[in-house]
């Protein structure tokens, strides 16, 4: 978990609390007016697993075309040698 996810991760925890709170001063407390249209906002992203085994091959995809491009590249790279006079290729 990096800290993009745990700033998220607290970031629920604390609207959850929120959200906890305006219930008991509705329900419990009955305080408040009850307001049922807040109950069911949601902060989070909801994945199914399909979703993420084809995200998953996606990037197998990706980085398989990344590697068989380098290694294209590498194939065509033309070799410089040096060239030699015909003088020194008959002296040796």
Request: hydrophobic share 25%; aromatic share 8%; charged share 30%.
């Amino acid at each position: 978990m990096n800290e993009k996810g745990f700033q998220q991760l607290f970031n629920c925890y604390n609207i959850g609390i929120k959200y906890l709170n305006i219930i008991l001063h509705q329900n419990v407390y009955k305080i408040e007016s009850r307001n049922v249209k807040n109950y069911q906002a949601r902060n989070i992203i909801a994945y199914k697993s399909q979703d993420l085994i084809t995200k998953s091959k996606e990037k197998e995809k990706i980085k398989a075309e990344d590697n068989n491009n380098i290694n294209r590249k590498n194939l065509t790279k033309k070799c410089n040698y040096r060239k030699i006079s015909k003088n020194k290729k008959k002296n040796p």
